[in-house]
């Protein structure tokens, strides 16, 4: 049988996905169920327990298909990238959603009417899907409704199929989020979840990990025969930074536990001191 990345194929030792079938052995294979996340952030973990630590996170609105669920938990994947694991059963709903705009602010407040001197319910990060069913102004303020009757500020999303013209000005907007181990939100994020989610909101969709990114962006460069440019990308092990200029990167690092630029130069001496040197550069 053929070896299949766990993270990005769901198969375990008692089931796995029907696709699979012929690919890998499991005793019982099963078709994936439709369902997206219903939860703001939705942690993703290797194993069905607290104690496991968060791989990645799926944001509102995203589809999943859920392949088993016992105990709180639901083994899924996520259609967007593929990515594979467990989430608490209770931040999911049934069905695809049919979000049609994305959240293209860092951060939005989610207010229970048209009203922003109410108590905010719940508060979406960039790149959540949400399903607009109409639009109010009150006092001089435009408001996207949702279909529950809250709103969020009107300028804070758009449709899905706008993109934005440079990735890097996103990961830019994201600076000074606090970095997260796992992290694919602006809420908290790591190095390979900003390179995942500035490039989505340019329309661009990527797989999750560093090392994954490493193997499928783009193309590779050497950089002692050509300069770097801008939105070209530095790997390390276990790492990636996006470069804003010929000299400065922008990284979600546990240096600064931040999005942070920082000179090429120094990261370089900094990062090898401890990890070694960059094992790439990828122009996407």
Partial sequence: MTVLDRRLNAFREDLADKRLEGQ???????????????????DMRRRPSLEAG????????QDVLVFDEDEGFAWVQARMDGYV???GSNGLAEGFSKSRHVVSAPRTF??????????PTSVLSMGSSVEIVGLEERRGTNYALLPSGEAVIAGH?????????????????LIHTPYLWGGASAFG??????????????GRQVLRDSDMQAQTIGTVIDPQREALRRGDLVFWKGHVAIVTDPETIIHAN????????????????????????????RRP
């Fill in 54 to 61: 968060i791989d990645t996170q799926l944001l509102s609105g």
């Fill in 24 to 42: 890998v052995e499991a005793p019982a294979f099963v078709s994936g169920r439709a369902a997206h996340v219903r939860a703001p952030v939705l």
């Fill in 189 to 202: 994020i790591d190095c390979s979840g900003l390179v995942q989610l500035s490039m989505r909101m340019a």
């Fill in 157 to 173: 999303v758009r449709p899905a199929d706008e993109t934005a013209a440079d990735y890097v000005a996103i990961a830019e907007r």
């Fill in 110 to 119: 989610v207010y229970p009417l048209p009203d922003l001197k109410t108590v």
């Fill in 254 to 281: 546990g240096h600064t536990m931040t999005v942070a630029l920082e000179p090429l130069a120094e990261a370089v001496s900094r990062i090898g001191y401890l990890y070694g040197q960059p094992t790439g550069f």
């Fill in 85 to 87: 694991g467990y989430v």
